[in-house]
Structures are given as C-alpha cells and as structure tokens.
C-alpha cells in the first residue's frame, strides 16, 4: 500500500508535468513544491507512525544523492533547472520497489533518467521524421551524408565499430561488461585524437595486433567478412538517423533574433568567452567545459553561459550589445528552443515500475 500511494501521486505529477511541458516548455514551481511538501510529509509521518527510522533516513539519502548528482548535471549544461527540480520530486516519491542490477533505492531518479535518455531517442527520431515528411524534405538526410566531412566520419565509424566487433569476436568468452567498458574507452579516445595521422596509425595498429590474435587462435574466417558488413549496414543507418535528426534540428530548435531585440530569460546557442580582447563562441559541451576546467579557462574569460537554464540576465544582454557596437560579433544571435523532457520522464518511470 505505501509503494502504491507513492506510485500513484508520482504518476499523477508526471502526466501534469509532461502536459505542461509539452504546452510551454516550464513545469509551473507550484506543482513542484505541492509534490515536494507532499512527498516528504507523507513518508515523515509514514516513518513516525509505522516506527520505521528507516524510511526517514532513506528518504534524506536519497534527496542528498539526487540533489548532488542532478546539480552538476545541470550545472553542466545537460539538464534544465526544471528538471533538477522534477527529479528531486521523483526522489521524495520513490517507492519501496528493487531496482534492476541490484542499484540501491537512493539511485532511483538516477536510474529513471538514464531510462528516459533512451526513451526520448525514439521520441526525436520519430518526429524528426515526421517533421522531414510534412515538409518535403527528403533529400536533406542524403544530402548531410553525402558531404565529404560526413563520409570521412562515415569511414572512420565503419573501422572503429568493426575494430570493436573483432574485440567482442575475440573476447567471446570474456566477461560482457570488461568488452564494453574496454570498447567505450578506447573509441572514446580514437575519436578524440585530431591529428588524422596519429588517428589512423592508432587503427592500424590496432587492426595488426588484432588480426595476428585472430590469426594465431584460428578464429579468422569468412564470417569476419559478414561482421564488416554487418558493420558497415550498422554505421550507415545510424549515420542516416543521425543527419535524419540534424537536418531538421536547427529548423525545430534554433532560431535567430537581432541583437537589440534580446530579452531576458531567452537561451543562446553558443557560449561567449572574452579574454585580452578575444572573442570566441563554444558550444557548452560536456567535453568542451571539461577542457576548460582543466586548463583553468572556463570561469575567468567566460562572460555569457548558455547552458544557464534561466537564460540570459541583463547584464549579459548589455554584454552583447556593447560587443555588437564595437563590431565584434553580427546583428543576429542564434537562440535555442528547449526540448519538453518530460514525456520522455514518464516513459521511463512507468518503465522503471515494470522492471
């Protein structure tokens, strides 16, 4: 009885929360704050009144937890304040169920938003192609791929993904999770390496070791040739997916907007870093902020954050100007429309439940 109540309130503040969302792109704070008081009232009283201490300490792990990780999600640039407040009302609601893979309950809104990353994939790929259909725009995914930055990155996917596909084809036997591990650290750094050369002697070298293992344990056989093409089939329709998204992406959420019509709370594309009079927009990254973290460049010379889910203040609408005045950046500004995140929430909780 006590998981269900919890179950059916969270369900009740997802499907408000999502219909909001889908309307304005904002979860009101009233319906936060209702959900937050509610949630931590029942399961304080729930606590005293069943004598069960328990319940109050896991209660408080898991907002500390939640409230920790979500804030440097955010303060990332990955998610939107909304969300950290949502989730932190998923954490109140957590019911007393056993999550998959043994995780402890104070990961529940952790684990809800990973299910929800995979949940909106679908959801963005669908309406992208809904989106190319409605208007005619068929051969913009073809044409994305079709450029000769695209088809280099296609070629470097395909011997990367089938380098990784002879791993597993030699670690057959080896423990699931080392494979993946091994194979997301080491295309994460090919990938990353910039100089080409030092990129393909990386592959070659790989490619030789690997071979001269499959070679001396007698597993190299036609059925390699069906693993490149099983590859290659891989690559291009993820490749095709990818430019299905991107083609429509800057139509369905980027837009422009002159300098001196800027208004507080709008979201920029880029992020404006401006040190000993040099300007430079960076996307805000992940990856990008870590760089400058580690090489101590971020805060100083960082006077405009796009990834604040508030949006711009007036100050840095003041910045922008006085840069527009002296000729160091264009009249339009490219902003970004958020993404309703919630549905994807709700998909993944009620899958999270039925788990």
């Not at 309307?23 to 009144?49: D, H, M, T, Y």
């Not at 407040?85 to 169920?97: E, G, N, Q, Y």
């Not at 990386?202 to 499959?214: E, G, H, K, N």
């Not at 507080?264 to 992020?271: C, P």
Request: charged share 15%.
């Amino acid at each position: 009885m006590y998981s269900l109540v919890l179950i059916f309130f969270a369900l009740v503040f997802l499907v408000i929360a999502t219909t909001t969302d889908m309307k304005s792109r904002e979860i009101p704070n009233w319906l936060i704050a209702f959900f937050l008081v509610f949630g931590f009232a029942f399961k304080l009283i729930f606590g005293l009144v069943s004598k069960q201490p328990n319940l109050i300490y896991a209660l408080l792990l898991s907002l500390a937890v939640t409230f920790a990780v979500f804030f440097l999600l955010w303060e990332f640039g990955v998610i939107a304040g909304g969300d950290l407040k949502l989730f932190l009302v998923l954490a109140v609601l957590t019911p007393d169920i056993a999550l998959p893979f043994g995780l402890p309950l104070f990961l529940f809104s952790v684990f809800v938003f990973v299910v929800a990353l995979f949940m909106s994939l679908p959801w963005l790929l669908i309406y992208s192609m809904y989106f190319i259909i409605k208007n005619n725009l068929y051969m913009a995914p073809i044409q994305g791929m079709l450029k000769r930055k695209s088809l280099l990155s296609l070629l470097n996917s395909v011997l990367v993904v089938f380098l990784l596909s002879l791993v597993f084809l030699l670690f057959g036997a080896a423990t699931p999770v080392i494979v993946f591990v091994f194979a997301f650290v080491f295309s994460f750094i090919v990938f990353k390496i910039r100089n080409k050369k030092v990129f393909y002697i990386v592959l070659l070298l790989a490619y030789a070791v690997m071979l001269y293992l499959l070679l001396s344990m007698s597993l190299f056989s036609f059925s390699i040739v069906y693993l490149l093409l099983e590859a290659i089939l891989f690559v291009v329709v993820f490749s095709f997916l990818r430019s299905a998204y991107s083609s429509v992406k800057e139509k369905l959420l980027v837009y422009e907007k002159q300098v001196t019509e800027l208004e507080e709370g709008d979201l920029l594309v880029y992020s404006y870093y401006y040190d000993n009079n040099k300007l430079e927009l960076v996307k805000p990254t992940f990856i990008n902020k870590v760089k400058r973290l580690l090489n101590s460049s971020y805060y100083p010379s960082l006077k405009v954050d796009s990834s604040k889910s508030c949006g711009l203040s007036k100050e840095e609408i003041d910045f922008l100007k006085g840069l527009y005045e002296h000729n160091l950046i264009d009249c339009k500004i490219y902003l970004r429309k958020t993404q309703a995140f919630a549905p994807a929430v709700l998909l993944g909780y009620i899958l999270t439940i039925m788990l």
